[in-house]
């Protein structure tokens, strides 16, 4: 039986918490519960305890409870440690390594890995505490299951309502590689479109919403895989039950794929820009005269270089191809230029496709071309990762 270390701590959506541990029960794991004093304040021991069975931890300096078991076995002997919900307070000390109580203590002293799902009034989400918090906890490989947004119990709207319990429980089955056909693997995906900086001020960008991207890291995750996403700069959500980097530029993008490697399977959604600017240190100021020329240099190409022969090429390689015309005669020339093993074609020449919710996709392979229907890009996402998970079945 796997066991989930669930640690709750304070704020309104603390009560959410007992339908978690009613369906992770349902489930089948086995979960031992963390309460810290300002969660005990939204839910008792007590309700914590009938729900999961086992007895429900709260105080750090307890002589019963560490004759029983040590906070440092009680961290350990779990396969994963939750934290749900995760307030502005205990992300903060995790994020500097603090130890004051039980719960910040045993996010220290852990060798597992950890998932949080944060709820918290949404001025607190966006302040940028919180998010250098979160960027830090991200670094660390510390999985978040975004909170969504809507009408919150304070009275304001936007993003901090935890994410409902089943969305919640996938994202610890994706964690746990659950029985999926990439349990153990690992992959890395990139996603979103690169920003190259013209000046402290200015950047090149393009039109990608990361969403194909996204999508493909979530449904691998589903199937079992350990995920590292690097995503460039795009406004939707970190995909549950996966580590995202966040990066700007292509150079960026390339240095955090290759700190990722080894990986089994690199799927390269990202629309890398083909080229950065010999960028001022200054901001450009209009001169008058002829505007300025700017001197573009090529970028690193990230899907070639993955897709090189050497010890550390993952076993699949997966490119796509956006293109406005002639669609399998110039993505069957990608394909073979960059040395991948697959590539995803799509014609992004109407409107809508860049950015958009659908995807209509041509599959380049071994086997030849596959044409696939109209669909949204989760559902592309889910065929591919599918067609992924027969290869290493
Ligand atoms: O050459 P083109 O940009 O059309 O190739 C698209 C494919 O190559 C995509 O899979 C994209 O993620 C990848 N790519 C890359 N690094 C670049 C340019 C493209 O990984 N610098």
């Known amino acids: 039986m796997k066991r989930i270390l669930l640690i709750v701590s304070g704020g309104i959506a603390a009560y959410k918490a007992l339908e978690l541990v009613r369906l992770l029960s349902k489930a089948g794991y086995g979960v031992r519960c963390v309460l810290t004093p300002a969660g005990e304040k939204f ?18 300096f307890s002589l019963t409870d560490e004759s029983e078991m040590g906070h ?10 939750v ?14 390594g603090l130890a004051g109580d039980l719960a910040s203590t045993l996010l220290l002293a852990t060798d597992k890995r950890v998932l949080v799902a944060p709820a918290m009034n949404v001025r607190m989400w966006e302040h940028p505490a919180t998010r250098a918090n979160m960027a830090r906890l991200e670094s660390r490989g510390v999985l978040v299951v975004a909170p969504d947004s809507g009408p919150m119990a304070c009275g304001e709207f936007g993003p901090g309502r935890l994410a409902e319990p089943p969305v919640i429980l996938a994202a610890i089955e994706a964690a746990l590689g659950v029985a999926g056909p990439l349990s153990g693997r690992h992959a890395i995906v990139t996603s979103g479109p690169t920003h190259e900086p013209i000046d402290p001020v200015r950047y090149i960008a393009n039109r990608s919403s990361g969403k194909q991207g996204h999508a493909i890291a979530a449904a691998l995750a589903a199937l079992g895989a350990r995920v590292t996403l690097v995503s460039g700069p795009v406004s939707i959500a970190d995909p549950a039950g996966v580590q995202t980097l966040h990066v700007e530029t292509a150079a960026q993008m390339l240095a955090a794929v290759e700190a990722a490697l080894p990986a089994d399977v690199a799927v390269c959604a990202a629309a890398v820009g083909d080229w950065r600017v010999a960028t001022a240190a200054q901001k450009m100021k209009k001169a008058g005269g002829a505007p300025p020329a700017l001197q573009l240099a090529e970028n690193p190409d990230i899907l070639a270089q993955l897709s090189a022969p050497g010890p550390l090429r993952p076993r699949l390689v997966v490119g796509f191809a956006a293109e406005t015309e002639h669609l399998a005669e110039y993505a069957a020339a990608k394909r073979a230029r960059k040395g991948c093993d697959w590539i995803v074609a799509n014609n992004v020449g109407g409107t809508g496709i860049m950015g958009g919710e659908e995807n209509e ?12 229907p109209k669909l949204s890009k989760r559902e592309v996402a889910g065929l591919l990762a599918e067609k992924i998970g027969k290869i290493f079945a």
């Open 43 to 60: 839910v008792t021991p007590m309700a914590l305890q009938a729900l999961s069975g086992e007895k429900v931890y709260t105080d750090l």
């Open 72 to 81: 440092i076995e009680l961290s350990r002997s779990a396969d994963l440690v």
């Open 361 to 372: 996709v041509l599959l380049l392979s071994d086997e030849g071309a596959q044409a696939w």
């Open 83 to 96: 934290v749900a919900p995760a307030s502005a307070d205990i992300l903060a000390k995790m994020a500097a």
